[in-house]
């Protein structure tokens, strides 16, 4: 499949590099042609970048693996017309480090960063997921032993299902993913991510995750 | 041990509940001395009941089970000179639900409810716990089958562990109580209560609740 994603640091590379090794054709996008760590990684991985604009054009789907807070200028580079119908997979946190630790979550009005993204461009199919988790988790999760969850959320059925085979791709089983209904539950799961921000400082370490026991 | 429970709600009325039960003199505070409901409380668990300031007045530890909301108004009630000393265990979430569902969490400039009150009493000792879960949860644990977690906020490692005795009492092992670190800490487990709620809506039951799994 066509995958664009966009973002060059930790998450995308992460992403990017697993679904290159499961022979989907990847294009990194950032915000620049000729973004160094894009370039390298495309190199390393027999795959292609871009500009997000360049990423997006030609993909299937797209995963947004930007910073919550540049998510709506990178879509916005990415144009519209290259977004219109596809699933926007959006892993991202818009997380304010620049009053220091604890970050803030910035979620204006309380809306979630995947809400602002499907409101900017309501032609596009957003699917909130991945973002409750280090990267390393997201693409393996047996890094974490026993029982805990991935979380789904959007206003497409069809778009989720894409997702789902998705994150089945990457070692998720059915009983892990949890769908938590539509996009405006994007809220809950951005919102926790403050709290692994502490759990992180903590634990000393990222191969954790949440688990919903009943 | 004298222990007040600040608030007639669920919440306050399942937590005076077990407390009494567990042979503590609990008074039950609510805005006015004749509250119908704990009046009612108090009759049926050989107890007493006041307002906010009767019920901290003699309290050792104070239990803030009022709504997030309201909860600095109700220790203001309550009085600094009744609370001074004290330990207070805030379970308290700021959950606005005045513009429908999913509700706002109201945390002023990202900063939580327990860390308002001990900035507005900073004699007190304010303990955040609790109130990832519901009510019935949270005084019999073994509802929810398995590895789960009680979290614990605060500055002070002596209030943490009156707070962690009280969370024994009611049958929560000292391997899922989770030490977050200081007060700041209570952003991530107010937060997550947004995420709480939409759960609940999607399983259908308050007999859950959350595992961090390494």
């Known amino acids: 499949m066509k995958i664009a994603v966009l973002g060059t640091g930790e998450v995308g590379h ?3 590099t697993k679904l290159a090794s499961l022979g989907h054709e990847v294009v990194m996008g950032s915000r620049t042609a000729d973004n160094p760590a894009a370039k390298e990684w495309a190199a390393a991985n027999g795959a292609s970048h871009g500009t ?3 990423a997006a054009a030609d993909a299937e789907i797209v995963v947004n693996a930007t910073g919550g807070l540049v998510s709506l200028a990178a879509l916005t580079a990415a144009g519209a017309e290259n977004l219109r119908g596809k699933v926007v997979v959006d892993v991202s946190n818009g997380l304010d480090f620049s009053d ?3 970050p803030r979550i910035v979620t204006p009005d309380g ?3 995947a809400e602002q993204l499907q409101r ?6 957003v699917v909130k997921t991945l973002n409750t988790m280090n990267n390393a988790v997201m693409v393996d999760p047996s890094r974490v032993p026993g029982h805990h969850n991935v979380f789904l959320s959007g206003d497409e ?3 989720k299902s894409a997702v789902r085979e998705l994150l089945g791709s990457f070692g998720w089983g059915e009983d892990q993913i949890l769908d938590l209904g539509d996009l405006t539950s994007a809220r809950g799961v951005e919102q926790l991510v403050g709290l692994w921000v502490r759990l992180y400082g903590v634990l000393g370490t990222g191969d954790f995750n949440f688990a919903i026991v009943r």
């Not at 900017?120 to 199919?125: C, D, H």
């Open 14 to 16: 992460t992403l990017a």
């Open 52 to 54: 997000f604009a360049d």
């Open 100 to 102: 220091g630790f604890p």
């Open 111 to 113: 809306v979630s960063v």
């Open 120 to 125: 900017a461009f309501p032609e596009t199919r």
């Open 157 to 159: 059925d069809a778009a």
